[in-house]
């Protein structure tokens, strides 16, 4: 009888302790803070930090981590999942996993960080198993990705991950830390909780990746770094372009251009985007070898090395071309300050035209394409603005493929990046600057000779794979050239549209 008394205690402290989220301090934090890009504010510079927020200001203990945290997790893992046992996974949802959710506030202190970041995010097909009937007004988010497609530029569905098919994904599991061994032990702690209530539809792991290249994307470009400015957020605003809304990011909140129609339980929730974009490594270095410019001055490695910065606008370091244009400038990469203080206009330049000169950065530019700041007068006024925070997923580029030039068929070697955009209306947001801006060959308008789609990210809705893509303004000796890109560089393996709650709704609305 002593015996089981005590197995029966033990049992109790077992499943009580992975019930619990681990408070323990940090000694190192989950995040990068490469010099590039921008920092997150202090605890005590983030404002309204209070449980209630002062007017107009922001709750960052009921925002989830992710929103505004942006491209700076060390080790991540997207574990998406469907409903199976809805009665059981809300009665866990509100007294076992709402405690291991983790705010912005949390995350803004290595101090305050708990050992795993985990947040949670629900697709339109998942509040549905819910029982969440509220709209939010979200069109996009309400048909899901698989509906949008062919319209986002997806050459079919057939490289889509088979989980990212259809609906049946129901929800996501964003888990955050600095091993992997973390990750996974939390992973396995929230399945312990959750038993058979959820089943597994699809896990990708992203990690930043290794040494000197912590912050960049697997073609070698540093990223994050053009991120968007939060009224009552982000402080020491120093790229003088301002700061937008927090409601362009957040449902509910000022500058929400639906905040009327939204439900008031979803105020400081955000619609993420998830996209698994494959990088063709081995085939883009090849293709920058092998279109070098012939830049007098320059020698073959920095003919090469600025082709490859025209296609991004952006040197390997971070450096903006429009502001170092023929040389990379890492003295410049490294400063926040000034590496994103431009606008691609030069009014001090003697008859520089804003409308017709690309000497300094092509309009096709990858981060022209994406934010294109002056060229529409004023970058906050755009009302297009999204929160990064994907990561990169996979191994290195091997040695065989460096030597083939030539990506692995091996499943296990695909690399790419985590794509995650934070927003309050997808197609306000993610979407509109995907088919109207990366993928509208015309944009920028108004130009003699097209720009072309994004040559990075950027396809031509309804066409083939193999379709030959154009863009020009890449040769600052001759910008009306222009050169067909016939190699993807980027390849869409699908994704999803969620919502990312408030924190309180996940004991008052997603569990009622």
């Known amino acids: ?103 912005t506030n949390q995350l803004l202190s290595s101090s305050t960080q708990p050992i795993t970041a985990v947040n949670i995010a629900f697709s339109q097909a998942g509040l549905t198993a819910l029982g969440v009937s509220d709209n939010l007004d979200d069109d996009a988010f309400t048909n899901g990705q698989f509906a949008n497609a062919a319209k986002l530029g997806d050459a079919g569905t057939t490289n889509w991950v088979s989980g990212f098919a259809g609906t049946k994904i129901h929800g996501v599991f964003l888990l955050a830390s600095d091993t992997v061994d973390n990750v996974d032990n939390e992973l396995a702690n929230l399945q312990n909780i959750l038993g058979c209530s959820i089943s597994e539809i699809h896990r990708l792991a992203g990690a930043a990746r290794p040494g000197d290249q912590e912050g960049h994307e697997h073609f070698g470009y540093m990223d994050g770094i053009s991120q968007p400015a939060i009224e009552g957020f982000t402080q020491n605003v120093s790229d003088g372009l301002g700061t937008v809304a927090p409601g362009e990011l957040l449902v509910g909140e000022t500058g929400d251009s639906l905040q009327s129609s939204r439900p008031s339980w979803a105020t400081g929730g955000s619609f993420l985007v998830f996209r698994q974009l494959q990088q063709m490594v ?43 244009p023929l040389r990379d400038d890492v003295d410049l990469a490294k400063n926040s300050s000034r590496n994103n203080n431009f606008t691609f206009n030069h009014p001090e330049i003697p008859k520089f035209t804003l409308a017709s000169n690309q000497t300094n950065c092509p309009f096709s530019a990858h981060i022209r394409k994406t934010r294109p700041r002056a060229d529409l007068g004023s970058d906050n006024t755009t009302h297009h603005h999204i929160m990064r925070a994907g990561i990169p997923y996979g191994p290195e580029v091997t040695d065989a493929e460096a030597y083939a030039q030539q990506s692995s068929t091996d499943p296990a070697l695909e690399r790419g990046l985590a794509f995650v955009a934070y927003q309050s209306n997808i197609a306000q947001g993610f979407e509109f600057m995907q088919e109207q801006w990366v993928n509208n060959a015309n944009f920028i308008f108004g130009k003699p000779t097209p720009p072309g789609v994004d040559p990075i990210i950027g396809r031509v809705p309804g066409s083939a794979a193999d379709t030959p893509r154009n863009v020009s303004g890449t040769d600052p000796l001759n910008p009306s050239k222009q050169f067909s890109l016939d190699v993807e560089f980027v390849v869409s393996r699908g994704g999803e549209y969620f919502f990312s709650p408030p924190i309180s709704a996940l004991s008052s609305v997603f569990a009622a």
């Open 1 to 103: 009888m002593k015996i089981s008394y005590i197995a029966i205690v033990i049992g109790l402290a077992v499943q009580s302790a992975l019930a619990v989220p681990k408070l323990q301090p940090r000694r190192t934090s989950i995040l990068i803070n490469p010099d590039a890009q921008p920092d997150l504010p202090s605890p005590q510079n983030a404002r309204f930090t209070g449980v209630t927020p002062a007017i107009g200001g922001l709750n960052l203990n009921d925002i989830q981590g992710d929103i505004l945290i942006g491209m700076k997790k060390k080790k991540e893992l997207f574990f998406f999942f469907s409903i199976t046992d809805a009665a059981t996974f809300k009665s866990k949802l509100s007294s076992d996993i709402k405690p291991f959710i983790t705010s």
């Open 282 to 324: 081995p085939e883009f270095n090849k293709f920058v070898a092998n279109n070098a410019l012939s830049i007098p001055g320059l020698s073959q490695q920095e003919n090469e090395d600025l082709f490859g910065a025209r296609l991004f606008g952006r040197w390997k370091s971070g450096a903006p071309i429009d502001l170092a």
